[in-house]
């Protein structure tokens, strides 16, 4: 346990040092994970305003006429986005489905689990992939096509059901600020193969962040300068 608490420490100082150091980071943090959240919504609305900006991110790429690197900079925004929304999910959100709603709770929880885990299968594929690879369009296509569903049946039924279950608005803001404040210590990447339950994926975060936002420094963004 003493072996695992220091690497978790020593986690968290790189973490530290590797995002919010370098200056040129920080343009990234700026510009996007301070986006349209506010310190009032609830989980359900948070996680509602993820999905248009996934969305928004989409359109960018597969707009008739986005040059390269326009593609390349909301490639890199989108499955930066994608990967900590799915992960504060599985961290915060959906423990909540059994806690609240038992064994129903954790059928939905799981179900969302497995689509997460085909989501990011793919996400693998295409975040390392260039927008002149000929498979780049396609492989985008098959992603937005299982996260479309995902996101609807999640705004449609999963999160309702969810908030109605809890019944206490102030509770639902809660978990609004815990998934946001989870959304900034996760990996940036998808990671497939790392578990998908905390607190085992906590562990395996805290540890492939660092590395992750490493590899941001290198990477275009929008409005990157």
């Not at 059901?161 to 900034?184: N, P, Q």
């Amino acid at each position: 346990m003493s072996l695992l608490l220091q690497s978790l420490r020593t986690s968290r100082v790189t973490f530290l040092r590797t995002t919010l150091a370098p200056p040129r980071y920080q343009v990234i943090f700026r510009t996007m994970a301070t986006s349209q959240h506010s310190a009032n919504e609830t989980f359900s609305q948070a996680i509602t305003t993820d999905h248009k900006e996934l969305k928004d991110y989409y359109n960018k790429i597969v707009a008739p006429g986005a040059d390269t690197d326009t593609q390349e900079r909301y490639k890199n925004a989108f499955a930066w986005e994608l990967a900590r929304h799915s992960i504060g999910e599985e961290i915060v959100i959906y423990p909540m489905f059994e806690k609240y709603m038992g064994d129903k709770g954790k059928q939905m929880a799981d179900n969302d689990r497995a689509q997460h885990t085909e989501a990011k299968e793919i996400l693998k594929q295409w975040q390392n992939m260039t927008p002149s690879d000929e498979s780049f369009m396609p492989t985008l296509q098959k992603l937005w096509g299982a996260l479309t569903q995902h996101m609807e049946e999640e705004e449609n039924d999963d999160l309702p059901a969810l908030e109605k279950a809890i019944g206490d608005h102030d509770e639902c803001v809660k978990l609004g600020k815990s998934f946001a404040r989870t959304k900034m210590f996760v990996p940036t990447r998808s990671h497939p193969s790392a578990p998908d339950k905390p607190p085992f994926e906590t562990v395996a975060g805290l540890l492939a962040a660092p590395m992750d936002k490493l590899g941001d420094l290198f990477r275009k963004f929008p409005k990157d300068e």
